[in-house]
């Protein structure tokens, strides 16, 4: 994907409490950098809910398709993300 004259990654993640298993759906080119942030409290609605963990992401070739998929991922219950999230830590093992 082109995005200010380079070809960069960019990824819709899932990251989830560790105090009450709430998940956060978002988009980042980096998304272990924006755990991060999360952890320090930059954000509002994440940092009474610290910590969090990433618990899943997807690269994207395109910011349409990253949009498209954030969006079907917000829309979903917390069964499916835990689904998710134990599919990537499973697919991420060794």
């Known amino acids: ?3 200010g004259g380079g070809i960069i990654e960019i990824f819709t993640y899932i990251i989830q409490s560790l105090n009450n298993e709430t998940f ?8 272990s950098k924006r755990v991060t942030e999360h952890n320090r409290g930059k954000l509002s609605y994440t940092a009474v809910r ?7 992401k997807k ?9 498209k998929h954030e969006k079907l991922l917000k829309k979903k219950n917390k069964k499916y993300k835990k ?12």
Do not use: D, Q
């Open 59 to 67: 690269r994207h070739n395109s910011y349409g398709e990253v949009r």
């Open 50 to 56: 610290r910590p969090w963990k990433l618990v899943y």
């Open 24 to 31: 956060y759906t978002g988009i980042s080119n980096s998304p």
């Open 1 to 3: 994907m082109w995005w």
């Open 83 to 94: 689904y998710l999230a134990e599919k990537w830590a499973a697919s991420s093992v060794g």
